[in-house]
């Protein structure tokens, strides 16, 4: 009931802003066109955008609704043509609130503190797939695929590394099964990384699976009717959506497939309302996925219901965009920047395309609290964000806080074992500082110290009021 009020609320806001709920609408320009560019979101909650045929970035910030100009790149990166089908870059959010940004064999680093990029590195491969791993580091894996006027530009590569940003440096691990191109990558609940096909020249008849472990890769068989992912989401119960292309991107697609970590298979799944080919796929508030435009599409857009098992049409773009980015920020809504629109027809000739500098919101028909995050990851962030050191799979820092409960406790029976009123207990935990403000709060690897000062500062009988006092 609490969260069907929630619901109702936020789309009762929606609707008195004018933002009709499961709608896109337009907001400001970017500063600079741009096509098979990356977008962040910061720790912050502001949205770095950067590359796309220029070596310029950009701030959106959801308070104001605006883009403002950040520091400049350092290195071009492959994809940075505006005629690029797919990003030759890959942005990936570090635990430390940087942004690492990789490919054409060079890489750097973006820190929103001071607003500035500087190079990192130098890398081993020239792999535009990254995926931050459970333990900080970046898997960076495959080459390179990108379309230029028509002309594909393939790297094919089996190759992977993982960067530390601790020491800034990437090393090699195993090689992949099979050599790839652009591959998506996904890192699943239990801490592998999924490795689909994705781009023509991938070989699309296996995936693989990365265990950092181990630091190997193994095959599966893709079960994709030749096809290759277009779209790799992590759903909140721990299955994995691909919405599934033509390689060639020569027509669009209708077909899905969920795969099941734990039973390490493939299911299709209901079939798409529009045909599609590479359009942005994004995990949203309440748990659904939304799939938009790109080749073929248009403007269309619909969204997957997990509970459902199916797809349902949802509000249309404002125009149509390919090789653009689609960034979920924090209330909820999603950012769709950039890319490119065809003009023309195909017997036109003038038919081509151009880059956009147009950005709209999406607002979704419910916008419910973020959903049980599944990695441990995220575990760890949340507990940087608390001030807790962070505990691989958050275990450390959740016994660091049963021991010290478990001290304090132990703390109030010692003060109180010789009273007079033995099966009475004061009240338990930090309720005691409220009456000894002076007893140091201390961790529990300094327990007797704890204990000595308890003993030696806290000994006024009126240090808290019985219950018959």
Not at 172 to 179: F, K, L, S
Not at 188 to 209: F, N, T
């Amino acid at each position: 009931m609490e969260i069907r009020g929630t619901i109702a609320f936020l789309a009762a806001v929606f609707a008195c802003n004018g933002q009709t709920p499961g709608s896109f609408i337009a907001i400001k320009h970017m500063t600079s066109p741009r096509s098979g560019h990356t977008a962040t979101l910061l720790a912050n909650g502001k949205v770095l955008i950067a590359g796309g045929g220029t070596l310029t970035a950009e701030i959106y910030d959801p308070l104001t609704g605006a883009f403002a100009p950040t520091g400049n790149m350092t290195n071009w990166h492959l994809g940075a043509s505006w005629q690029a089908w797919q990003t030759g870059q890959a942005a990936t959010l570090l635990a430390d609130g940087r942004v690492l940004i990789t490919g054409a064999n060079s890489a750097e680093l973006y820190d929103p503190a001071t607003e500035s990029f500087r190079a990192t590195g130098p890398m081993t491969t020239g792999g535009v797939s990254a995926t931050l791993l459970n333990s900080g580091k970046v898997l960076i894996v495959g080459g390179h695929c990108i379309g230029d006027a028509g002309i594909i530009a393939t790297t094919v590569s089996n190759a992977a590394e993982l960067y530390d940003p601790l020491t800034g440096t990437f090393a090699p691990t195993g090689n992949m099964t099979t050599g790839r191109c652009n591959p998506r990558s996904t890192l699943l609940p239990d801490g592998r990384v999924l490795i689909l096909p994705s781009e023509e020249g991938d070989d699309y008849g296996s995936i693989e699976l990365y265990d950092p472990s181990t630091g190997t890769f193994s095959a599966l068989d893709w079960n994709g009717n030749g096809n290759i992912a277009s779209t790799s989401n992590l759903l909140v119960n721990g299955i994995v959506l691909a919405a599934l292309a033509s390689q060639e991107c020569d027509a669009g697609s209708e077909q899905a497939v969920l795969y099941d970590a734990a039973a390490d298979s493939f299911t299709f799944t209901g079939g798409m309302v529009n045909s599609i080919c590479r359009p942005t796929g994004t995990l949203l508030s309440d748990g659904t996925v939304l799939v938009a435009a790109g080749p073929f599409a248009g403007p269309l857009a619909q969204v997957y219901d997990p509970a459902m098992r199916r797809f349902s049409p949802t509000a249309n773009l404002s125009s149509e965009r390919i090789s653009h980015t689609a960034t979920l920020l924090n209330d909820g809504t999603v950012l769709s920047a950039g890319g490119m629109s065809s003009i023309g027809g195909p017997f036109d000739h003038r038919y081509g395309f151009t880059t956009l500098d147009s950005a709209e919101l999406y607002h979704p028909a419910a916008v419910v609290p973020p959903p049980g995050l599944l990695t441990a990851r995220e575990q760890s962030r949340r507990d940087l964000a608390r001030g807790h050191e962070p505990g691989g799979i958050g275990e450390r820092s959740s016994n660091q806080r049963r021991s010290r409960r478990d001290l304090l406790h132990r703390i109030d029976r010692k003060r109180y074992r010789s009273s007079a009123n033995h099966h009475w207990r004061p009240p338990r935990g930090n309720r005691v500082f409220r009456k000894c403000p002076w007893l140091r709060r201390v961790g529990p690897d300094r327990r007797s110290r704890a204990r000595w000062d308890f003993q030696r500062r806290c000994v006024r009988p009126t240090a808290v009021s019985r219950p018959n006092e």
